[in-house]
């Protein structure tokens, strides 16, 4: 049977709150990736798949800035619902459940994926069972859900992040979710709701549907995704859209003939390259931002609008957002959010000596980032003073400042301000140095 595309409700779930993101306060699906909000680029690659029917689940806080984006989607019919507190899947469907008739299909937005998820799961979508779901098979752990399957790829039953070395399969759950029947879902939620006050209602939903013996379908996937669960997997959803993007450079951007650009440049409107400044792509520069004098862009670097990577300043597989400024750094493999400044010499530090894999603190763990080359971790409207130094792996909260010649080795809450308390001995200059000595340096210097 051939499914109908434009029956097929596509339900993004945009309510949560991302606990583990600290110091960044902008919710997931709204960070800027090559000028579009991540909700907007997943809007986009679903009308491409033939999609044209949204229901849009967003919370109190970015329910305005949802609005927004979805006035940039044309030919779309797109509902809009408010959850009103964070308290998972199956409360946001609850939500919206005056709009979930016919076929749905879930999607939770902050994972990033090809355009052959929509393909397999709606492809599917006219068989017999009552809902499909995708599966990723995985090589590390992840904390998700865990899908245990029998030999034709029915589902049996979702472990929730299970304990390291105790997962039941290697297929994890991404929430890319086709219910033909959502009725029974909302069903079973309800009973799940009465007996448990854990927030995985919804997967135990899907588990209830199972033993009810509706049928549920795992596909396969094997192409990119990315789950954004901590700041650090920013990166490889950065670089998924560099390596997706083609390189763009509009005429209103100026260039200077003394400047290198190599490789894959995407550069927003009106940005300016100065002397001697080199970029290295794939890099994204945003819309009215400047690239100093002698500044270096390195591989997989990802600049926001209207900032200044001044003078002599490096950076390195990084995130930078909106508005920053920088004068003489090194910026490497760091998420930076908007509006921060720093002084000149300022440096983030990215290698441990004992070149092992960092870790940052998330609440009571410490947990591996799977990278030994990983920075600093900042908030909206840092601060750092001249000759100030981030430790590998850092957090430092919003609106904190960094004073001159800190080495901060420590996270760092908002609304803080880390200062170097020195001592100064004042005496009288009694040494003279011998003037004929400087010359004659001088005059070898010459020859």
């Known amino acids: 049977m051939k499914t109908n595309y434009s029956r097929i409700k596509t339900v993004f779930l945009c309510g949560g709150m991302g606990k583990r993101m600290f110091p960044l306060t902008e919710d997931k699906v709204l960070l800027d990736f090559l000028g579009k909000p991540l909700l907007q680029h997943q809007l986009e690659m ?260 209207n900032s200044v990577i001044g003078f002599s300043t490096e950076v390195k597989h990084s995130y930078i957002g909106n508005n920053c400024w920088f004068h003489s750094n090194y910026i490497g493999d760091s998420v930076i959010d908007d509006n921060c400044s720093f002084g000149a010499g300022t440096i983030l530090s990215n290698f441990r000596l004992d070149e092992g894999n960092i870790h940052v603190k998330v609440g009571n763990d410490k947990i591996d980032t799977g990278y030994d080359k990983f920075g600093a971790i900042m908030g909206q409207g840092c601060r750092t003073g001249v000759n100030a130094n981030v430790m590998p792996g850092i957090r430092v909260g919003a609106n904190s400042s960094i004073g001159p010649n800190v080495c901060l080795n420590h996270d760092l809450e908002n609304n803080k301000v880390i200062l170097l308390k020195q001592e100064y001995e004042i005496k009288e200059r009694n040494t003279k140095l011998p003037e004929d000595k400087k010359q004659e340096l001088l005059k070898r210097l010459r020859q």
């Open 46 to 305: 679903a009308r491409k798949a033939g999609l044209s029917q949204f229901v849009i689940i967003g919370n109190p806080g970015n329910i305005e800035k949802i609005k927004e984006i979805t006035k940039r989607i044309s030919g779309s019919q797109i509902e809009i619902v408010t959850q009103k507190k964070p308290l998972g899947v199956a409360d946001a469907l609850k939500s919206a459940e005056p709009f979930l008739q016919g076929q749905i299909l879930v999607i939770n937005p902050n994972d990033i994926f090809s355009s052959l998820a929509y393909t397999k799961i709606i492809e599917a979508a006219g068989g017999d069972s009552s809902s499909c779901m995708l599966g990723y098979q995985v090589k590390e752990y992840f904390p998700g859900g865990y899908l245990v399957t029998d030999s034709h790829g029915i589902l049996q039953r979702i472990v929730e992040k299970p304990t390291p070395g105790e997962e039941p399969s290697a297929m994890v759950n991404i929430l890319v979710h086709l219910h033909n029947n959502p009725e029974k879902l909302l069903e079973c939620i309800e009973t799940v709701q009465t007996q448990t006050t854990r927030d995985d209602v919804y997967e135990c939903a899907l588990d209830n549907m199972v033993q009810r013996e509706h049928k549920i379908k795992v596909l396969p996937y094997n192409d990119f995704w990315a789950a954004i669960k901590y700041p650090w997997h920013i990166f490889k959803v950065m670089e998924y859209f560099l390596d997706m993007a083609a390189p763009s450079i509009p005429s209103s951007v100026s260039i200077s003939d003394k400047a290198i650009i190599k490789g894959k440049v995407i550069l927003g409107d009106n940005v300016r390259v100065m002397e001697n400044a080199v970029i290295q792509g794939p890099v994204y520069v945003g819309p009215n931002s400047v690239i100093g004098t002698s500044a270096l862009l390195r591989e997989y670097s990802h600049i926001g609008a």
